[in-house]
């Protein structure tokens, strides 16, 4: 689980993750890493569906603004005076 995550985040390291496990005790000290390392959320089966969603719709509107500013600054940078 953490193994194949810090890959990913190697090749990107934007990637926001929402780590989901079934296994709470056996995992707790990967989870620890995972977070140490960034992971937006750990989730425990079974999980709520509404509680994914909520998540999701964080992670969304996190990285729309953050898009949406760096497309202003781009465009500051393009034309000045405006």
Not at 25 to 51: C, N, R
Request: aromatic share 8%; with cysteine; charged share 30%.
């Amino acid at each position: 689980m953490v193994a194949e995550y810090l890959a990913i985040k190697k090749i990107n390291p934007g990637v926001i993750a929402v780590i989901m496990t079934g296994y709470r005790q056996e995992t707790a000290a990967l989870v620890d890493i995972a977070t140490k390392e960034s992971a937006y959320s750990v989730l425990y089966k079974p999980f709520d569906m509404e509680t994914l969603l909520k998540i999701v719709d964080e992670i969304w509107k996190k990285k729309r603004t953050t898009l949406l500013n760096r497309m202003c600054h781009e465009r500051k940078k393009l034309h000045p005076c405006r």
